[in-house]
């Protein structure tokens, strides 16, 4: 996770996720974490502006991970890679965020990643998310939940 601060090691980080998660996979007790490491590896890929490389990181976790494509992990990592291959509209991407955040939380370096991937892809467009995506997760000022509200 520390790797990935830095522009410079993203490749690296990525790649220390997926040997992470496919190690996870070798025992029955991890298993479970294995969809969240191949998730990390797949940010990392779009945080370089690497779609060619995510999308061919979210195939080696489906093979290694059967599951990974129904599970909550993988829905995201198809959204969202789907959005940047297609540089949809970023409000696209702010619901995306909210909808998996209503039901699991994104953490601190997730919020991080995801502010990286948006700005590799949707420079233009909801200065906001920024702070939005680095603010805290149980703040919300906004009790209806309106734009202003992505966490």
Known sequence: ????????????????????????????????????????????????????????????????????????????????????????DVNEFKQTLQNYNQITALSNWEGDILIKIKNKFFPEGDAALDDELAGDVDASEDPVGGDDDLL
Do not use: W
């Open 1 to 88: 996770m520390l790797l990935a601060d830095d522009e410079d090691n993203l490749e690296r980080a990525a790649g220390l996720f997926v040997e992470i998660a496919e190690s996870a996979m070798q025992k029955n007790i991890s298993k479970f974490h294995a969809k969240a490491f191949f998730q990390k590896g797949v940010f990392c890929h779009l945080a370089m502006g690497d779609t060619v490389g995510a999308q061919e990181a979210v195939e080696n976790a489906c093979m290694a991970e059967p599951r990974f494509p129904q599970g909550r992990e993988g829905a995201l990592v198809y959204n969202i890679l789907e959005l940047c291959k297609e540089r949809s």
